[in-house]
């Protein structure tokens, strides 16, 4: 377990591998902990880091920083503090795709690649649940039937509920379509074609701008929210693939693991 202080509390972040810089954030209901099968999978090639948002994990609860300019912010400062050189890939899920996003439209020079995954594309991809007041029940009732996973159920009880609750409010209100019209870095959006937690994205509502020979969607099949624990080693080569993607060519998960999925 490693910490370090940003803005007077206290950071936990791990850190795994040796290579080109590639740092994970996670969503509104995990921490860094489910990341760690893909660190693993790209340590060979890659220096990999993932901390606990502000209100997660074993980072501050600190309710002033629940925000999405707080989390920008808490980026731009842990690549800083650890003194990250290099361009940087940045892998986040929901609320953390949104944040390694922005993030890359505004350091067009400090991002080379993203994987968003599960990103929130229009105003109404939110459910509503995460912000209207039943956060604790619909969280608890998700996390144990739709989602039960060992690296979720370990962390759950660290989760500050109303971390959840501030930051899915605000961005209810976000629109990231004309991010990905404007980001310039290699881009893949990763959905799954299950997820109760965000709406997958349909026809037209990922701009015709973002879809050049530098961008990739891909929708995994019988997959829920969290397809980095779903389909591991799926989830995992679509990674490997991207990040070491010196041709740009398409992306997408092969046929044996499309039957193997089903």
Known sequence: MSVTVINDNFVHYEVFGRGKPVIFLHGWLGSWRYWWPSMQALSKHNRTFAYDLWGFGDSGKVTSKYSFEAYLDMLEQFVERLGISGTLTL???????????????????????????????????????????????????????????PELEQESGKHDLSAICAVASQLLNYDFALDLEQITCQVMLVFGDRDAIIKVPENGAVPQAFLDDNRHVVMLEGCNHFPMLENTAVFNRLLEDFIHNEEQVTIAPKDYWQRRTR
Do not use: C, M, W
């Open 91 to 149: 892998i986040g899920h929901d609320v953390g795709a949104a944040v390694a996003l922005r993030f890359a439209r505004l350091n067009p020079d400090l991002v080379e690649r993203v994987v968003a995954v599960s990103l929130p594309v229009g105003t109404d991809a939110i459910n509503q649940n995460l912000a209207n007041g039943k956060t604790e029940s619909f969280v608890s009732r998700y996390l144990t039937k739709s989602a039960a996973f």
